[in-house]
């Protein structure tokens, strides 16, 4: 597939997407992107709705270019006041450490699936692309967002997921490897099973393969060499995350900014990365930190996605407050070494070159 | 680094090294594709000592040109009589089914370590490469190696271990990513602990980047694009092994053939792989059999390397016999989709020309 394709799909000059990032990000970002020629991407994943509204003004008034919005589309969990009781009870001795009562923290901001309401939200603004993790919303919802001409892309972790996204209608899929930091995207399975997923040097062209719209690669792509190598694997384009944390239009909170310096200082392996569930329910690829290290990577105590998240909160501020980021998802991808400091257009045009 | 220094390395016209394989190649497999201009590789680890003089003298007597022997370089274990017996326990209702007593049976062909009594036997052939796996022989035994001139390659799985392989005397570093079929190569940290393992995207660039050997690709490499995507991703050379499991040189017993055929299938996901420790002890990539999916993928049951094979071996003898793999390892990479019955020395030529 010819990154041509996916700049006419998406109505971008290069076939480079800025991934979204929830609680790293926001409007100043995804302007920066999708202004030099990519697509920036604005995660609404964890936004008030106020804040969508607002964030889309931004973009709206900040270019004529495209841009695309991420919604997540799980199944909010059944309360289950066992496993939240059991994942309380994991985290005790931290609390007690801290001097903190788990029970009476209030649910912390939650993670909100796409839903009519959102749609109603957004649908004024006409955004050009709508992204999705964990699948598509519902055949009626997806129907509403097409109707007003948006280009669909959604993220399979398997060829069994791009093949089901295709057939429902997604106009893009992003293979997004092992390598990738934050959620892993996986929707068909069991939440906490990654064991089908694979490394982005055989998703990849094994997606290419299997599907017809547009795959973009997406874990691990740090500069021109791995989108030099995407292509030869069958990419139409690349998604890149991690590589965007440090630009200066990210708002990456300084202990995350500071663990991602630590792990790209020039020979330093001090910090590593791995898949874990601790911080939020679900596998997520973070830098390796205190909870992650005690009671990760993967647990069976944890509570289910996005609850988990909520009772930690409280041990999380404690902590940050102390400047310590012990119970904070450092998410990264494995490419955590390739984060720079610099522009964000800079890094799209680099990324960009990877396709000349 | 040009694929060049790797060739003038090796002494090969291509940059393509045929992976050790024990258990489903001999002599015959190495020979084609060593005289096909890459490096055709003899596994030894699983060989007793008249077999590796044997298959040596065929090597020799066929080509002029280099071949590698691959020997395994891990610590045979403690005897734990305990551990052997809860991985008894873990087994017995199988054992139970088909009528096998595991208490009786002797133990099974090991797989042994290089060691002084090797290097007597192969130093009169002077192979020309040795390539090793979890790592390298003690310094005597390995200055005994490149007395004759012999290049030593070895495998690593991390950065780290790359790092370590070069400053022990590795000539060229193998970055087994974790698409790799068959065992994990690594051996800093515990047997069983794959968690700071990456996929190739990732761990090549940063492989590359660390050392200065050249460095050889494994894990996926399935055809030209993948050896092109490997080539700007860092790699001096490939190591392709699942590509070679269905070539008529190779000697991969029926059933094993059986299951790659259906992996390779046109548009069928009915076999995937996963890595388990279920047959050996040790993580190690297999297609998905019933030992694996009811005991697996990983086990803390398990016996250690090699021991666990031992144990297992009567039940997969007999489930063998009755035309069955519930038990048989079926190593094979991620991309066993791409196996094709084809004649090495052609499978050959097709890796090389993705340096073209």
Redesign the interface.
């Given at each position: 597939m010819a990154p041509r394709a996916l700049c006419a799909l998406l109505g971008t000059e290069l076939p480079v997407i800025q991934a979204p990032m929830a609680g790293v990000q926001g409007h100043a970002l995804a302007l920066a992107v999708s202004r030099a020629g990519g697509l920036g991407s604005l995660p609404c994943a964890m936004l008030a709705p106020e804040a969508i509204r607002s964030e889309l003004q931004w973009l709206r008034d900040g270019t004529d270019r495209p841009f695309a919005l991420n919604f997540f589309c799980h199944r909010p969990p059944e309360p289950d006041a066992q496993r939240e009781q059991a994942w309380r009870a994991a985290l005790a001795p931290y609390a007690a450490q801290a001097g903190i009562d788990l029970e009476a923290a209030p649910p912390g901001a939650g993670r909100t699936p796409f839903s009519e309401a959102l749609c109603d939200l957004i649908e004024p603004f006409r955004p050009p692309v709508l992204s999705f993790h964990f699948g598509l919303p519902a055949p009626a919802l997806l129907a509403r967002v097409k109707a007003w001409g948006a280009v669909v892309l959604s993220s399979a972790t398997t060829?069994?997921e791009a093949l089901w996204l295709e057939a429902h209608g997604a106009d893009a899929v992003i293979a997004q490897?092992?390598?990738a930091g934050g959620h892993r995207g996986h929707f068909l399975g069991a939440d906490n099973d990654v064991?089908?997923q694979?490394?982005?040097?055989?998703?990849l062209?094994?997606v290419a393969r299997a599907v017809r719209v547009p795959v973009i690669a997406a874990?691990?792509i740090?500069g021109s060499?791995?989108v030099?190598?995407?292509r030869?694997?069958?990419a139409a384009g690349v998604q890149a995350g991690t590589a965007f944390l440090l630009c200066p239009e990210a708002t990456t909170p300084a202990l995350h900014r500071a663990a991602l310096r630590e792990a790209a200082a020039p020979g330093s392996?001090a910090r590593?990365t791995?898949?874990t569930n601790v911080f939020t329910g679900r596998p997520a690829r973070s830098l390796v930190n205190r909870l992650l290290r005690e009671r990760g990577?993967m647990s069976a105590d944890v509570a289910a996605f996005p609850v988990a998240a909520a009772v930690l909160a409280p041990l999380r501020a404690t902590a940050e407050a102390q400047g310590r980021d012990d119970f904070t998802p450092l998410w990264a991808?494995?490419?955590a070494?390739a984060c720079r400091e610099i522009p964000a257009a800079e890094l799209t045009r680099r990324l960009g070159a990877g396709w000349a």
């Open positions: 060829v069994e490897g092992l390598e064991s089908p694979q490394g982005l040097f055989a998703l062209p094994q874990g691990g740090a060499h791995e030099a190598a995407a030869a694997l069958g392996a590593d791995a898949l990577p991808g494995c490419r070494d």
